[in-house]
Each structure stands twice: as structure tokens, then as C-alpha cells.
């Protein structure tokens, strides 16, 4: 029961984390593996995909953004990565729509940064050139490899990519803001580009408070590697008062070895704002949680495909309180391993959620709650 922690686990902090809307899913067969079965093969597929991660992550391109000092003056070395950081979700952290959506708040700090700034390894500060007159911010570093060796960075951040202006915005906290439309993030080392992130945005704009810093549209691709590659395809945000939408993917290839992962997180709803215009809250009514996998590792592919809808209930104080669950299923190479469904909450009051949703593998049934106990025994 021990490998099977991870998949429990992970549909508790999906469920309970991400509020999201509903999907065009097809209907799972009846399941098809037993728990024992399920848990060793489970168990195979994420060691495989550990392996992938661990060889990709070992490329000068990943290298260099991993090394990347921190403490860029004003707020730039986060603007810079902020298309990266969105590229690489974080279901579980979402606590509901509206937090999603402040994660592009880091694009919104002001004045966009500007200039060229070079790393001083002795005095370890950002220092500005001042012979640079350019219109984008250019960050330089050196960094050291698996064997020690030196290598120099740069990353160019391309704030009004091809003649696209960025524009002013007006902040929560009502100040002036300047909001990139489309931007064009690049990464050289030792002087030859080995990655780029090409992002486009729009702010919502309303007749009673103009363009506000808050997106309803956000789109990102791109791709980094100087001999394995991570690419990003079709990562999308679309924001509107009824209804958000987040999906993606990332896939990585490391010699003959490759991973890939996909999500789709769609949310029907409302929106409340404020008399500022900006959204306070986001009220989910139902949602589909939709995430698929594969690798291939010596020779061999695996996948994985997991996947909900829900409805969220709401108690007299208009919080959300439990989520009811339907075509829930988790399948692995195309087979069904379970399915799932019930009411997720915790109405024993006991702190470990799950004792109304019930889990259904080929040999049996249990409840979600009895395998997360039973994965801390």
C-alpha cells in the first residue's frame, strides 16, 4: 500500500485545491487492474519518469537558469522568469481560481525593468552597465557544470516583441503600472541560444476602471536545451466572469529517452469583483480536472491518464465545503486501474478526507480515507 500513497494523495490535493469546470471526458471501462498489480506497475512509471527528469535537468540550459543568482535589482530576475515559472503548474498549490490567476501578478511591479546587469562574483550584486541603451533587460552570469567547468549565461527579456508596446495598467493598490503584450524571453550560453519562452497577454479592461493589471489571456510556448530539450506547447489562460480555463503542455527529451506531461483545468463559475473592477473571488459551480503522462525509456513507453468531474457544494456561509465526485477513473497504459466516486469531504471530523468517496480497483473496493491511513502505516 506504500506506492500506492503518491495517486491517493494526489487526489486529495487536486480535488481539495484545484476548483475547476466541466470536461468532454469519455467514459472509463470498469477496472481493469488489481491493487497489488497497479501498485508495482505504479511504481515502475514513476521511477521511469524520475530517470527522464534527473538526465534533462543535467543540460546546460537547465543548468543555467537553476543557477541563476538571485537578488537582480527592483524586481527583474522574477519578471524575467515568470514565463518559465508559468510554464510549470503547480496544481495542488492553486487554492481556487483566484489564486491562479494573481500568479501573473509578478509581471505587474511597476516599471518594467530595463538595462543590462552582469553578476559580480566577488562583490556578489547585480551591477548595472551603463554603456547600455537598449530597451530590454539583459541578465549575465556565470555558472559551473557536473564537471566544474565555467560557462557564461545571458538572458534577454524582449518586453515589446516585435513592436508590440507594453501598456499601462492600474494596480490593486492604484498605482501605475507598465504590462508587457508580448514579450520574447532568450537564453544564451557561451554566446549560442539555447532556449527561449515566447509569451502573449491581455489585461482586462473595464468602461467604469480601464485596464487593470489582471490577465484574461495569457499564452506560452517555447522550448530550452542545448542538447536534451524541455519544449512548452499551447500553455493557455483564458479568464472571463464566468468561466477560467487552464492547459497546457510540457514534454523532455534526453538522448533516446522522453517524458511528457498535460493538463486541462477548466472552471464554470462567477466572478465577484470589486468597485476597483478586480476579481475578489471566483464562486466554482463545477468542474473537470483532466492530467496525462507518458515516458519512454529504453525503448519502452508508459502513460498514464488521470481525470474527474466534480460539483462544488456550498454551506450557509457560501464556503465551499465538499466536492461531489463523478467519472472519476486513473488509468495506466490505456488499461482502467480504478475508478472513483462519492462525496469528498470530511464528515467523521477526524482530518483525513475521503470516507464518502469510494475507490474501485478489479478486486475490490475501499474508500480514499482507509487508503490514505493506510499508506502512513
Known amino acids: 500500500m506504500k506506492r500506492l500513497a503518491a495517486t491517493s494523495i494526489l487526489l486529495v490535493l487536486a480535488l481539495l485545491f484545484t476548483l ?20 508495482q506497475s505504479f511504481s515502475g512509471f514513476t521511477e521511469d519518469v524520475g530517470a527522464v527528469a534527473n538526465e534533462v535537468g543535467q543540460d546546460l540550459a537547465l543548468l543555467a537558469l537553476a543557477k541563476m543568482p538571485n537578488g537582480a535589482p527592483g ?39 530595463y538595462g543590462r546587469l552582469v553578476y559580480n562574483e566577488t562583490s556578489h550584486r547585480w551591477e548595472r552597465d551603463s554603456s547600455y541603451s537598449g530597451d530590454d533587460l539583459v541578465l549575465v552570469w556565470s555558472f559551473e557544470d557536473v564537471s566544474n567547468e565555467s560557462h557564461g549565461a545571458q538572458l534577454t527579456t524582449d518586453w515589446n516583441y516585435q513592436g508590440h508596446e507594453t501598456v499601462d ?6 498605482s501605475t503600472v507598465e504590462l508587457p503584450t508580448d514579450t ?40 530550452f536545451g542545448a542538447s536534451d530539450h524541455v519544449d512548452f506547447s499551447d500553455i493557455s489562460l483564458q479568464v472571463s466572469d464566468s468561466r477560467v480555463v487552464f492547459s497546457g503542455s ?4 534526453a538522448g533516446g529517452d522522453s517524458g511528457s506531461f498535460s493538463w486541462s483545468l477548466t472552471a464554470n463559475g462567477s466572478a465577484v469583483r470589486g468597485d476597483d473592477c478586480f476579481m475578489e473571488k471566483f464562486n466554482t459551480n ?11 525509456k529504453s525503448g519502452q513507453t508508459e502513460s498514464s491518464e488521470f481525470n474527474t468531474n466534480f460539483t462544488v457544494n456550498y454551506d450557509s ?17 490505456g488499461q482502467t486501474a480504478f475508478t472513483f466516486s462519492g462525496t469528498l469531504d470530511d464528515s467523521n471530523h477526524n482530518g483525513i478526507p475521503g470516507e464518502n468517496v469510494t475507490v474501485t480497483f478489479a478486486d475490490g473496493s475501499t474508500t480514499l480515507e482507509e487508503l490514505i491511513m493506510s499508506s502512513h502505516n
Not at 475547476?20 to 501498485?39: E, H, M, R, T, V
Request: net charge negative; hydrophobic share 30%; aromatic share 6%.
Open 20 to 39: 475547476a469546470g466541466c470536461g468532454g471526458q469519455s467514459q472509463p471501462q470498469q477496472p481493469q487492474l488489481k491493487q497489488a498489480d497497479f501498485d
Open 75 to 113: 524586481p527583474a530576475s522574477s519578471n524575467a522568469l515568470t514565463l518559465m515559472q508559468l510554464s510549470q503548474p503547480n496544481l495542488a498549490s492553486s487554492a481556487d481560481v483566484s489564486s491562479l490567476i494573481r500568479r501573473i501578478t509578478p509581471l505587474s511591479g511597476g516599471t518594467l525593468p
Open 169 to 174: 495598467a492600474t494596480a490593486k493598490d492604484g
Open 184 to 223: 520574447y524571453v532568450s537564453l544564451e550560453v557561451d554566446g549560442s541560444e539555447v532556449g527561449h519562452v515566447h509569451g502573449q497577454f491581455a489585461w482586462y479592461s473595464g468602461t467604469s476602471c480601464g485596464t487593470i493589471a489582471e490577465p484574461t489571456s495569457v499564452s506560452i510556448n517555447g522550448r
Open 250 to 253: 510540457i514534454s523532455a527529451s
Open 286 to 296: 463545477d468542474g473537470n480536472l483532466n492530467l496525462q503522462s507518458s515516458v519512454t
Open 317 to 333: 456561509t457560501n464556503t465551499p465545503s465538499s466536492l461531489d465526485l463523478s467519472n472519476g477513473y486513473f488509468k495506466l497504459n
